[in-house]
T-cell receptor, first 111, second 113 residues
Framework: GNSVTQMEGPVTLSEEAFLTINCTYT??????LFWYVQYPGEGLQLLLK?????DKGSNKGFEATYRKETTSFHLEKGSVQVSDSAVYFC??????????FGAGTTVTVRA | NAGVTQTPKFRILKIGQSMTLQCTQD?????MYWYRQDPGMGLKLIYY???????DKGEVPNGYNVSRSTTEDFPLRLELAAPSQTSVYFC????????????FGNGTRLTVT
């Protein structure tokens, strides 16, 4: 079945540091890939998505590129802020299959 | 802009008690979902619905029941609460699948003691 593996946290960074969260996936076909973010005390919200190979999703300074050859969808941000402190989830969805989530990576950005 | 609304936000149950977690959405989404979130485990799908009158099991349905009598509402029922059901529960909805984004409620934190 489909599955998502993302790097374990927690990750602690200083403001303006570069952030990378690795995500790899296993799927039988051609899935859509997502990053969701969960701020403290809230539900998840979509951060970005990509629906086919080589697509780049971007939002709020975050980027992720759908790499079919390496089955990866790594999340990056060049300069993080304290407000980026959250839990980040990589997710996969394939036709007729429900969304599969990774375990989540907790990111803390210190001023 | 209410989106997905869940109630209650917190609840403590004794073993064997029952309760219903409420979920309503005002976006006219056909698809609705219930997830549970456990530390380090990501989200696990409990039940989902593709429209009023239709429900189906997810990965971890045991101990839960759902109904979908209207497009807006998707309550989750726990009949005999067990400590293993201590978790944070999220309701979500989407317009369609598979590439439509999910809209989540703010969650219900349930403790069973």
């Amino acid at each position: 079945g489909n599955s998502v593996t993302q790097m374990e946290g927690p990750v602690t960074l200083s403001e303006e540091a570069f952030l990378t969260i690795n995500c790899t996936y296993t799927a039988t076909g051609y899935p859509s890939l997502f990053w969701y973010v969960q701020y403290p005390g809230e539900g998840l919200q979509l951060l970005l998505k990509a629906t086919k190979a080589d697509d780049k999703g971007s939002n709020k300074g975050f980027e992720a590129t759908y790499r079919k050859e390496t089955t990866s969808f790594h999340l990056e941000k060049g300069s993080v802020q304290v407000s980026d402190s959250a839990v980040y989830f990589c997710a996969l969805s394939e036709l007729l299959e429900k969304l599969s989530f990774g375990a989540g990576t907790t990111v803390t950005v210190r001023a | 802009n209410a989106g997905v609304t869940q109630t209650p936000k917190f609840r403590i149950l004794k073993i064997g008690q029952s309760m219903t977690l409420q979920c309503t959405q005002d976006m006219n989404h056909n698809y609705m979902y219930w997830y549970r979130q456990d530390p380090g485990m990501g989200l696990k799908l409990i039940y989902y619905s593709v429209g009023a009158g239709i429900t189906d099991k997810g990965e971890v349905p045991n101990g839960y029941n759902v109904s979908r009598s209207t497009t807006e509402d998707f309550p989750l029922r726990l009949e005999l609460a067990a400590p293993s059901q201590t978790s944070v529960y999220f309701c979500a909805s989407s317009y369609s699948e598979p590439s439509s984004p999910l809209h989540f409620g703010n969650g219900t934190r349930l403790t069973v003691t």
